[in-house]
């Protein structure tokens, strides 16, 4: 089984518990990673589009890896599917690269776990601020994983980045869906 990581943190220098998911990431056998602002920059149009299609291709599992800013996707993840879902290649007519593959989205947010409740001060779950990913997964054929998502992830202690860093593993060594 292949799993690519795909990596968006739009301040690397400013991160912790993405760049420690991203290092741990690159460790485990099957997994490859791709950073998108490592590779790319900020260029939004800057995509090698032949070499991130290959990649996607070649992987059962695609893992999204990413902080919430502003209950969103961040600027190049978003400019990433703009360019590399294309029509032709992701949807369309006879175009199916992605279907049957797993998603898998991996964050983190600042905010806690209650804060994303119904009760919580922005009335919205984990799940609802992550449609947009949910819903292209299904808009090209992908299977969509269950999230996991790390809360309280500003300042997280190193032995809070060791415990993500454990469940990450523990995630990329799952076996497929078989459903
Ligand atoms: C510009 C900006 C916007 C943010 N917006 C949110 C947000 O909407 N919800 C949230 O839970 N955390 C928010 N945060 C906190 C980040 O999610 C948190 O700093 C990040 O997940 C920690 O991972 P990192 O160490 O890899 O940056 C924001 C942080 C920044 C810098």
């Known amino acids: 089984m292949k799993t690519l990581v795909i990596v968006s943190h739009p301040y690397?220098?400013?991160s912790?518990?993405?760049k420690a998911l991203e290092e741990i990431a690159a460790t485990v056998p099957g997994?490859?990673?791709?950073n998108l602002e490592t590779l790319y920059g900020n260029n939004i149009n800057g995509f090698?589009?032949?070499?991130?299609?290959?990649?996607?291709?070649?992987?059962?599992?695609?893992?999204?890896l990413f902080p919430i800013h502003w209950f969103n996707l961040?600027?190049?993840?978003?400019?990433?599917?703009?360019?590399?879902?294309?029509?032709?290649?992701?949807?369309?007519?006879?175009?199916?690269?992605?279907?049957?593959?797993e998603m898998q989205v991996v964050t983190t947010a600042g905010a806690s776990k209650f804060t994303y409740s119904?009760?919580?001060?922005?009335?919205?779950?984990?799940?609802?601020?992550?449609?947009?990913?949910?819903?292209?997964?299904?808009?090209?054929?992908?299977?969509?994983n269950q999230p996991l998502a790390f809360h309280n992830a500003i300042?997280?202690?190193d032995e809070a980045i060791a415990e993500y860093q454990k469940a990450f593993v523990t995630l990329l060594n799952l076996p497929l869906a078989t459903a």
Do not use: C, H
């Not at 997994?31 to 791709?34: A, D, F, G, L």
């Not at 949807?91 to 279907?99: C, E, I, Q, V, W």
């Open 12 to 14: 690397p220098e400013r």
């Open 16 to 18: 912790k518990a993405t």
């Open 31 to 34: 997994v490859t990673v791709r």
């Open 48 to 64: 090698d589009l032949t070499a991130e299609q290959k990649a996607q291709e070649e992987a059962d599992r695609v893992v999204y």
């Open 74 to 101: 961040t600027p190049m993840l978003k400019a990433y599917l703009n360019e590399v879902w294309a029509y032709g290649w992701a949807f369309g007519p006879d175009a199916a690269a992605l279907k049957g593959k």
């Open 118 to 144: 119904a009760e919580g001060l922005i009335k919205s779950s984990m799940e609802d601020v992550l449609t947009p990913m949910k819903a292209s997964a299904y808009y090209v054929g992908m299977k969509y």
């Open 155 to 157: 300042g997280a202690s």
